[in-house]
């Protein structure tokens, strides 16, 4: 006996009842009824579906969570070309230099793990780049007043200085990254992204070792 089609069924006719009973003039309460209202509920799923774009390998049997993960790796190479060339003849050696240090700019003073994990950084990879804006004085370190184990970390005149004089060629690549997508476009694809962002980062904030993250997630989410 197929116990899952039993449930969805079960589920399907509690939400009927529920809606019948806020509005029993819509739907009369028996079958004929649950029926009209199914294929209702079915005929605005249709219109509210938007029209399926086409992705690279689709004919072949290439997924949709596929084609997503690849373009947003290929989005992400993008951005790092237009980054390079933002901060070429500067002092910065990666976007990731000028992106702590809007982040400090932005947020003000934070503990070296708040900004490591507000760039998604691994430790180590924080560390380093964080050491490298320290010995160029574009940030320095305190004592924290709350726990004098942590250090607070803040942007320097220098590196005040230094941002700004390189904010025009970067504003100018944020420009192109965002490419010919219209007001509304940006928008949505803003909305989206966050929604993702939402999603990933408390995993990321879990720090799960590599070789069980895919099983631990998969176990505790139905995809």
Do not use: C
């Amino acid at each position: 006996m197929n116990y899952t089609l039993i449930k969805d069924f079960i589920d399907l006719m509690q939400e009927f009842e529920t809606e019948i009973q806020a509005r029993p003039d819509l739907y009369p309460g028996n079958i004929q009824g649950f029926k009209a209202w199914i294929a209702d509920k079915e005929n605005a799923d249709q219109k509210e579906r938007p029209e399926e774009p086409y992705w690279e390998g689709k004919e072949n049997g290439r997924t949709p969570e596929s084609a997503i993960s690849t373009l947003l790796v290929h989005l992400n190479r993008y951005a790092k070309t237009y980054s390079k060339s933002a901060i070429s003849n500067s002092e910065f050696s990666t976007q990731e230099d000028f992106i702590y240090l809007i982040n400090l700019k932005a947020f003000g003073e934070m503990t070296k793990m708040a900004l490591i994990k507000k760039n998604i950084h691994d430790k180590p990879v924080g560390m380093l780049i964080i050491a490298r804006l320290l010995g160029q004085g574009l940030i320095e370190q305190t004592d924290s007043d709350l726990d004098k184990r942590s250090k607070l970390i803040r942007i320097t005149e220098r590196g005040l200085m230094i941002l700004e004089n390189q904010m025009e060629k970067i504003r100018q690549a944020t420009n192109i990254v965002a490419g010919n997508l219209n007001y509304r476009e940006k928008m949505e694809l803003i909305r989206i992204l966050n929604k993702l962002d939402s999603f990933h980062y408390p995993i990321f904030s879990r720090n799960i070792h590599s070789d069980q993250l895919i099983n631990i997630i998969y176990d505790e989410y139905s995809f």
